[in-house]
Structures are given as C-alpha cells and as structure tokens.
C-alpha cells in the first residue's frame, strides 16, 4: 500500500506496506507491541491507553484522542453512539484529519478498522507514525527515513562494533541502542563493558535504562529482535523515532543545566530554611514537651501562700517564659509560609518536615499547652477562692468597711464648702464636672454599701462570734450613707445656680479663641513661608514661587479685616467686666493668645513681604543664567553624541569589509585616526561648558540626553577601538609577510570569515568557526576540533578573531612546506659541506639573525674537524623554532 505520493511520499518502493509479510507470526507480533507501546506513549497524556490495537480502535473515539495529542489540533467532535454508523462516523473522520495532512490512504476504509481487521489497523498507525513521527525528521538535508537512518549513523560513527545500515539487522546485537545512550547520556550506561556477543543483555540494558531514565516506553523485548533473523524494519523505526525525539531536545537539556545552576543558590538558601525549621520546630516541641507536665500537676496546697506562689510562678510563665515562645511559633509559622512560596515559585515540591513537625503537629502540641494551662489557671482561682471564702470571709468584712470609711473621710466637709462663690466660668464648669464624678462615684459605692450588709448577713447567718460588733458597724455605715445623699443633691443645686452668671463671658472668651487660633496659626505659616529658605533648578520652579507669593499679598487686606474683628471681640470682654464687676480668675482659659501678640505679628508680616519680594527677583536672574548655560551645554553635546555614535559604527564596518590591499587600508585608518583625533578641541570646548555647569551646581539638563560621562566614555571607546583596529591590520601584514600569504589568500581567508560571521561583530563564535572548518574539507571530531580551539582561543572565550583565524590558516598552509624551506636555505648557504661557519652567516644573513645563529655554534665541530660551525638542526631551529618542525 502507498503510503504517500507526491511532495510527501518519503518511503521508498520496497519499503510499502507487505500485507503478504505481515502474515509472518514473529513480525506481526512485534508491530502489534511496538505500535501498542507507542500509541500509549501519546495516550497517556490524557490519562488513557489501549489494551488491543485492533479492538480499541474500533469505535474511533481513542483513535481520534491519539490524532489530536500527537498533532496539537482539534478534531471535529465524535459521535458517542454505540451503532456501527457512529463507530464508521468517527473512524472516517480520523482518516480524513490524516488525509488533510497530505497523506494518501490507500485501501485503508473505515469499515476494516471498525471490523478489527488487524492488518489493515496495524497499516493505519504505521502510516500515524511515518507522518507525525518521522517525516519531520530532517538531518544534513535527508529527512523521514534516511534522516533518521544518517542521525543514526552520525551519532554512532564513534563507537566500535556498530555499523547502523538499515532497521533491521543492524541493531540485532543491541548496540546501536546501547551507543545512542551513551553518546547522549553517557552516565547512564558503561558502555565499555558491553559484548556484541550478548545482545540480550544489550538490549535490555538498553531498554530498561530508556524506559527509567529517558521516559521512552519499551516497546519490544529483547527476545522479539534476537529470535528473528531479520527484525521487523517498521516496528525498529518506530523504536527509534522515540530515541531521536527524546535527545533532540539535548540543547535544551543544556540550557535546563544553566537554569538548574541559576537556581542553585536558591535551592541552597531553602535547604537552610528548612534545616532552621527543623531546628527551632524541635526545639519549641521539646519545650512545650516539658512544660506541660507542669501546668498539668494538680497537688492542693494547704496554705493560701503557698497557693499564692504558684499563681505568681503562673504569672512568670505567662508574662517572661511564654512570650518568646510565642514569637518562635510565629516565626517559624512565617518561615514556613515562606518556604513554601520559594518552592512553589521555584517549581520544587512542597517541603515536608519530619514526621511530627509539622505545622499542623505544632499547632496541635501549642494547643495541649493552651489547654493544660487554661486548665491549670482555672484550678490555682478555684483554689484560691476556696482558702479565700474558708479563712478571710470576716477579713473581708472588715477590709471593705475599712475601705468604704475611708473614702467617706472628709466628704461631708467638702459638700459644705462655698467654693463656687467666688470661681470663673471654668472653674465652675470644672467643679461641676467634678461633682457629677463624685455622684457618680457615690453611685458606684452602692454597691459596696450593699456588699457590706451582704456579708455582715452571711456572718449572721454562719454565726459569727463578733457579729454585734459587725452589725453595730454596719448600721453605722448605713446611717452615714443617707447623710451623705441629701449633702450631693444640695451643693449640685447651687453649682447650676452660679455656672449661669458666668456662660455670656465665657462664650465671648470662646468666640476670641476660636477666631484668634487660626489667625494665629496663618500669621505664624506666613512667617515661616516668608523666611523658608528656597531651593529650585529651573526657571519654571522660581516662576511657581513668584506667582504664589503674589497670590499670598493680595490675601493681606482681607487677614487685616479679620485682625480688627478679633481685637473687638476682647474689646467686648474688658467692657462687660468693668460694667458688671464680674470677678474673673486669670486670663482667657482657651487660648494663650493675646491681642498684644496678633499685633507684634501682624506687624512682623508685613516687615516680611518686601524681604521676600527681593529674594525671588535675585533667584529668577539666577535661573535665567542657568538655562542658558544648560542649552549651551546641549547644544554641543547633541552634535558630539551622535557623531561618535556614528564613528563607532564606521570603524566597525571598517573592520569587517575588504576594500584594497592591507597597506590601503592601513592608510585609510591612519588619516581616519587624524580626523578624529583633530575633533578633540571640540571635546575640550564641552568640557569647558560642563565646567561652568558644575560650577553653577546645575544637576539635570532636559535639553540633552548626553551627560559629560557619556561623552568621554564615548570619545575614549573611540580612541581605543580606532587604535586597536589599527593594530589589527598591522598585525595582519606582519602574518602575511611572515608566512608568505598572497593578498588574494588573506582575501578569501576575509571572505570565509565574514561568511560564517553570522553576527557580524567581527568575532566568529565557536560553533560557526566548526561550521567553518567543515565547509573547508576538516573531517573534525570533538577532541580535534578542542585541540584546534585551543590553539585559536587559548583564553577559552568560546569565539575566533579573524587575526587567530589567519594566524591559523596560514600556519595549516605554511606547516607542509616548512621542512623543504629550511632545507633549501641551509644548502644554498652551505654549498657542498654539511655545516655553516660564522663568517658566511655574516656575509648572508642580517647582523642580528647572524648574530643569534652564531650563537648557537659553540658546542657543535664540523665533520672536518671545523671548530665553531653550525649543522642542519642548528640552522633549522635557530630560524624557524623547534615546535614548527
């Protein structure tokens, strides 16, 4: 059966579905166990899997739920009917998704899958998994079968033993799963210790660790592939997709590697958190451990001291011992919470403390103690009460009565007195006030009155041996009570009486007060505004300050208004006191204020405005200069900015473009340093307004962007970057004429790196200078292409300069003929002997090279007998260095 045509058929002929080798038993069986265990793999997500592969599938709605979690898409919604119709319905529909994604179906009809027919199911996933699992597969420009087949061959090529061909045989022995593994997760399997001649250990090892670690289900036993000559092609395809789909995601396992390193040190901190809570969780269990034996001990005592000491040992637990203990619960409560939130941030389970520290354990032991002592303080009251009613009830007869005489001591001499005869409005209202006290306290005594008679009645009623001195005492109280009524009820009477005469004097004093605090209070804002010193930055600050204090002057004539008002009030008051001879106690009770003190500050105000006047018009002339110099400053400084913005951006193009021979463009940077170079007086000119800026203690500039520090950063970065590409191109001319490279090889070598240049900074990253090297012929395995990194990237900054890249290509091309050279130099300088002497490097050489070979002649003597010569090796090394030969 065609699986595809067109665009989209990647199976090849030979590869079609066999319907006559499918009847093969053992091929049956594993397609059957490895399209089941790959179904599931994608089923399982939504918390479902299929049993039998041709009886699940049959009512099309699993087979539908497999299209849509493989495919991310949405199919049309599934007839849930039992009839055969809606099992067709939702079968068809599943073929015609299929069919949508450009795959054709061949003899494949909704009828023989809802029939079960196991051929005909089996073809229809198998069709599944060439379109969702390996038609996307794409490696080196092959894709479906023969990508996955060269990722296969690519990811193994390293390892012995393995030579992965086809689906079939190749991977008989197990090794080829073993190698996938180990080539990506090499600390799962030891490979070293595999046998090609034990495949059923190979491929369980394999199958397990997959299914362990990787998450790929094991879909075929080891026995299915060793006890088949040939294994099944398609059911090995399938098994391996999931290998391919499981390690394609090996950059991001790396960058998840990075992230796992970012959130170490949160990981850190929460393990201390949860160490801290362990600790302080286990010590406050152990304190409430001990404590409550304590508070649950229950001996009487016979004493009432005795009782009196345990309630203040109580006392001492309650106010010194328990109050840390609570703040330890809270804490660890907050250090819990927080815990938690960092781990659920962090995507980390939830902690869970050892068994029996949890909070909830916590609360639970904080609420035995809570309980034990509320136990424990109603059981000390009890106590106390029942020594305090056995052995006091007499004493506190007589500490009552003695209380309450007290009290009534010198009550009855202050309800006599005339004090209110000669008292002002306050004080009347003050006396009155305390009057209502005292009948309120009388009232509250009452009560006492009545305790009193209470217990000299229970006296009575116990028998009591002194009880006619306590009754005696009693109707004493009794008597004295009454008296005391009729003395409250006539002083109340004369206070209301005289506090009338008082009330019109004292509302004008009200009046004055009322209207004299608030002027007050504006006269004293207005002296301060007047007098507060001013900071301000821009013209708009000071014109704010002026156009207020203009405001604030024409609000003067209606203050004076006021001012006159206020003094005709206390004008008033003197009036009414002379004409009635009111005797008044002192000054105003509501304020402090006096009319003498509204005019010294009035006067103090207006003394104020004109001061203030002067200050604001100095300022306004302050802020015009300072913007001046502020637009000066910015209008430099917009030039400069941008200009070496743009500079920058031509040096770098500079760098990376070819245009003439390096000498040229040698030249070229040499005149483009002496234009910059000549823009520094401008510089020096914006230094000079930045001066006068600072000078003038002006912070901020809204008519720039650019600061001064920008500016010199800029203008150094310049200098440097110029500079430093000049010594690029010398360097590269010195490379050239070292080792002989022609302009049109240091123009290719130019061309090569601009290409694979990718972000054209200049600088190749690693992976882009491999890609490099690949494109070049390089067969590079890892540790080569580590070893030619390290000679191009010896700081290990993970990129190549282009001068590393030259110096590299042209020692690749110089290191072949370097022996010939140095061969062909020595004997056109030797002639037909076999060492050189001293005087014929002097004649051939330069003096320091001839110098520096001569060197090198002490210890070596001719074959001749010629003292002071220098052989081959000698000459080789003294010109061209051990470690190029």
């Known amino acids: 059966m065609e699986q595809y045509d067109g665009e989209h058929d990647y199976m090849t002929p030979e590869d079609d579905w066999d319907r006559d080798l499918l009847l093969d038993p053992a091929w049956e069986k594993q397609q059957r166990k490895t399209f089941t265990a790959w179904c599931n793999s994608h089923l399982r997500k939504t918390g479902t899997q299929i049993e039998n592969i041709e009886e699940d599938f049959r009512d099309g709605l699993k087979l539908m739920l497999l299209l849509e979690v493989i495919s991310g898409e949405r199919l049309a919604k599934p007839e849930r009917g039992k009839m055969r119709v809606h099992k067709i319905s939702n079968v068809n529909k599943a073929l015609n998704f299929i069919a949508s994604k450009g795959v054709k179906l061949v003899s494949i009809g909704a009828e023989e899958i809802v029939d079960g027919n196991a051929k005909m199911t089996l073809g229809m996933i198998w069709t599944i998994i060439l379109r969702f699992a390996i038609q996307d597969i794409s490696v080196e420009e092959t894709s479906a079968k023969e990508g996955l087949l060269l990722w296969c061959q690519r990811k193994t090529a390293p390892y012995k033993n393995v030579n992965i061909q086809n689906f079939h045989i190749s991977w008989k022995d197990g090794l080829g799963f073993c190698a996938l593994i180990h080539r990506h997760r090499p600390e799962l399997i030891d490979y070293g210790k595999l046998r090609k001649d034990d495949p059923m250990t190979n491929l369980n090892t394999a199958f397990d660790v997959a299914e ?115 703040q330890e619960k809270c804490q660890l409560e907050i250090n819990f919470n927080t815990l938690q939130t960092k781990l659920r ?177 504006w006269m004293e804002g207005a002296m301060e505004d007047l007098q507060d010193t001013f900071i301000v930055h821009t013209i708009e600050e000071i014109k704010g300050l002026s ?137 020096d000119q914006l230094e000079g307004d930045h001066q006068l800026i600072q000078e003038a203690l002006i912070f901020d500039n809204k008519h720039t962007k650019y600061t001064m520090e920008h500016i010199r950063v800029g203008w150094e970065q310049l200098l440097t970057t110029i500079a430093r590409t000049i ?15 022609s302009q049109e090889q240091l123009n290719e070598f130019r061309a090569s790196f601009n290409h694979f240049d990718r972000k054209r900074t200049g600088i190749m990253e690693a992976e882009d200078f491999k890609t490099c090297l690949i494109s070049m012929g390089y067969n590079l395995g890892e540790n080569e292409f580590a070893r030619i990194m390290s000679i191009v990237d010896p700081n290990r900054m993970g990129s190549v300069t282009f001068q590393a890249f030259i110096d590299f290509m042209s020692r690749e091309t110089a290191d072949t003929d370097t022996a010939d050279q140095v061969m062909a130099s020595f004997k056109i300088l030797a002639g037909d002997k076999n060492y050189i002497l001293a005087d014929e490097l002097r004649r051939e050489l330069p003096p320091d090279q001839a110098d520096y070979c001569i060197a090198r002649m002490a210890p070596y003597t001719g074959p001749d007998g010629v003292p002071g010569a220098l052989d081959y090796m000698s000459f080789s090394t003294a010109l061209y260095g051990e470690s190029d030969l």
């Open 727 to 741: 010594n690029e191109i010398e360097n590269q001319i010195l490379t050239r004429d070292a080792k002989g490279i």
């Open 547 to 683: 156009t207020a204090h203009e405001q604030f002057k024409a609000t003067l004539p209606d203050a004076d208004k006021e001012r006159m008002a206020i003094l005709g009030i206390h004008n008033e008051i003197a009036k009414i006191v002379q004409t009635y001879h009111v005797n008044i106690a002192g000054s105003n009770p509501y304020t402090t204020i006096t009319p003498q003190e509204i005019n010294a500050k009035w006067d103090k105000v207006k003394q104020l405005v004109p001061q203030r006047d002067q200050a604001l018009i100095e300022e306004h002339t302050k802020q015009q200069n300072n913007e001046r110099l502020r637009v000066q400053f910015a209008n430099q400084a917009n030039v400069i900015g941008p200009w070496i913005q743009t500079k920058m951006g031509e040096i770098g193009r500079i760098s990376i473009e070819m245009h003439g021979t390096l000498e040229d463009q040698l030249t070229n940077l040499r005149q483009y340093e002496k234009s910059i170079v000549n823009y520094k007086p401008k510089i």
């Open 345 to 521: 941030l962090s995507n980390r389970p939830a902690f869970m403390p050892s068994e029996g520290k949890m909070v909830s354990d916590i609360n639970n032991a904080w609420g035995n103690l809570e309980g034990a002592e509320k136990g424990y303080e109603e059981w000390l009251l009890n106590e106390i009460r029942r020594l305090e009613r056995l052995d006091h009830l007499a004493e506190k007869f007589r500490q009552k009565a003695a209380i309450h005489e007290a009290w009534t001591e010198g009550k009855e001499e202050m309800l006599e007195k005339k004090d209110y005869e000669t008292a002002s409005l306050s004080e009347i209202k003050a006396l009155l006030k305390k009057h209502e006290a005292f009948e309120s306290d009388l009232a509250a005594h009452q009560d006492r009155v009545e305790q009193i008679a209470a217990i000299a009645q229970e006296l009575n009623e116990l028998d009591y041996y002194d009880s006619p001195s306590v009754n005696a005492r009693c109707q004493k109280i009794c008597d004295q009570w009454d008296g005391l009524g009729a003395m409250t009820q006539k002083r109340s009477e004369a206070l209301q009486r005289t506090e009338k005469l008082l009330e019109t004097i004292d509302q004008l004093y009200l009046e004055f007060a009322k209207r004299a605090a608030p002027f007050n209070n």
């Open 212 to 326: 362990k670690y990787l998450d790929i289900p094991k879909m075929l036993d080891a026995e299915d592939i060793v006890g088949t000559a040939r294994p099944d092609e398609k059911a090995i395809m399938t098994y391996v997709s999931s290998f391919y789909h499981a390690f394609s995601g090996a950059q991001k396992a790396e960058t998840a590697a990075n992230r796992i390193c970012k959130v170490l040190a949160v990981n850190q901190e929460n393990e201390q958190l949860m160490e801290d809570y362990e600790r302080l969780a286990s010590d406050l269990l152990e304190w409430i451990r001990r404590t409550i034996p304590w508070l649950e001990n229950r001996l009487p005592e016979n004493t009432m001291q005795a009782m009196q000491q345990k309630l203040e040992d109580f006392r001492d637990y309650r106010r010194l011992h328990k109050p840390p203990k609570v």
